[in-house]
């Protein structure tokens, strides 16, 4: 009865399958009962070689992509640190005045519509800009103040 080589190399992690290739190439280099076999040593240990530099660059990669990651955050703490001093320091100098805390930056705000339903659809917006918005209630007793900003981008 004839046996076969069974590799299980499907889910074997790089690492491993690695090793095992080097462990193969040991056993089968000047093996005397695999003389056929030795002509795709060489090919086969140039095909491990290039597998163990890609893992090596992949490596180094993945190092570099989580020192960046890790840049990246720290910068985005320092920007939201940033923000919030600024938003701190708009508070203070508009005494918190919601107009002009909303109105900051912005050229100006302009109606979009009035309605006396729950929606309103603005008619004339470029598709795809970001728009602020803000609402206010019509009711029997009149218009009720502007809600505060939100950011809409146009469909």
Do not use: C
């Not at 462990?23 to 056929?36: C, E, M, T």
């Not at 708009?90 to 912005?106: M, P």
């Not at 100006?108 to 309605?115: A, E, H, I, T």
């Not at 800009?129 to 809409?152: C, E, L, M, N, W």
């Amino acid at each position: 009865m004839m046996s076969s080589v069974k590799l299980h190399l499907q889910n074997l992690p790089i690492a491993e399958k690695l090793a095992l290739a080097r462990r193969i190439l040991a056993k089968v280099n000047g093996n005397p009962d695999l003389p056929q076999t030795q002509a795709l040593l060489a090919e086969t240990t140039a095909l491990v070689e290039a597998l163990e530099a890609a893992e090596t660059k992949a490596q180094g990669s993945r190092q570099q992509a989580i020192a960046d990651t890790l840049a990246r955050d720290a910068q985005e703490k320092v920007v939201d640190r940033g923000l919030r001093l600024l938003a701190e320091a708009v508070e203070k100098e508009t005494g918190g005045d919601a107009a002009k805390i909303h109105g900051a930056g912005k050229s100006g705000w302009r109606m979009g519509g009035v309605s006396t339903k729950s929606r309103h659809d603005i008619q004339g917006l470029a598709s795809g800009p970001r728009y602020h918005v803000r609402v206010a209630a019509i009711g029997a007793a009149g218009q009720s103040p502007f809600s505060d900003a939100i950011d809409k981008i146009a469909p």
